[in-house]
């Protein structure tokens, strides 16, 4: 399936129709549409959630050695991340690897990760 198109590149691509561009009341309600699409896009917090994760990557990223750890293995080395379930620490890592501050490796269908090598 190929990307959807936003409403901001719908907006900028009537406003490149000519018979559009030639009428000054349409242009600017356009730029005022974007204008409030780039305003929603910079008032966007962060959920509770998702502020907990931030010091639960942390301490994580604090566990992790450099040889590979499994994820039982970060949870048997601290106490705040033992108390998570297996599901949420493998998520957490993985969110940490899509953010290049992780490294994953697969070994015969186990996974180890390691801090990145700075």
Known sequence: MANKVTKKEMFEALK???AVAENE???AFINHEIELLDKKAQNKKATKTQ?????????IKATLSAD???V???QS???TLSALSNQKVSALLRQLVE???VVKVVDKKKSY???VAE
């Open 72 to 74: 039982s293995d970060i």
């Open 77 to 79: 080395k601290s106490e």
């Open 16 to 18: 490149g129709i000519e």
């Open 68 to 70: 590979g750890m499994t």
């Open 25 to 27: 009341a349409m242009v």
């Open 51 to 59: 502020e907990a994760n931030v010091g639960l990557k942390a301490e």
């Open 113 to 115: 990760f390691s801090a």
């Open 99 to 101: 953010a290049g501050e």
